[in-house]
């Protein structure tokens, strides 16, 4: 059985910064992308940045230039460095994986507040 663990969220002031990781565990031969999805609200969830096995990365552009995503594929954890933040960040942000090749998983999620 495969899990994706979130740790990292809280209460931050705008400007302020968060660090979020993810770790996978369990029967894992092979991690492809991970990613990062928020929801706010009453909002859908949506991408804020993704990860290749090689390392490419892509951002959602509300987040360009704020977010760094990297993993650590030793340890099976994906991170997402969040600056600068924003009252509009706020959201609960979960952890998505594509393991063993074709097995989409979801973390339980973790609160980011952003206060004003």
């Known amino acids: 059985q495969v899990q994706l663990v979130e740790s990292g969220g809280g209460l931050v002031q705008a400007g302020g910064s968060l660090r979020l990781s993810c770790a996978a565990s369990g029967s894992i031969f092979s991690i492809n992308n991970m990613a990062w999805y928020r929801q706010a609200p009453g909002k859908q969830r949506d991408m804020v940045s993704s990860?290749?096995?090689?390392?490419?990365?892509s951002y959602a552009d509300s987040v360009k230039g704020r977010f760094t995503i990297s993993r650590d594929t030793a340890k099976n954890t994906v991170y997402l460095q969040m600056d600068s933040l924003k009252p509009e960040d706020t959201a609960v942000y979960y952890c998505?994986?594509?393991?063993?090749?074709?097995?989409?998983?979801w973390g339980q999620g973790t609160q980011v507040t952003v206060s004003s």
């Open positions: 998505y994986a594509v393991i063993n090749t074709v097995y989409n998983y």
């Open positions: 990860i290749t096995r090689a390392g490419s990365t």
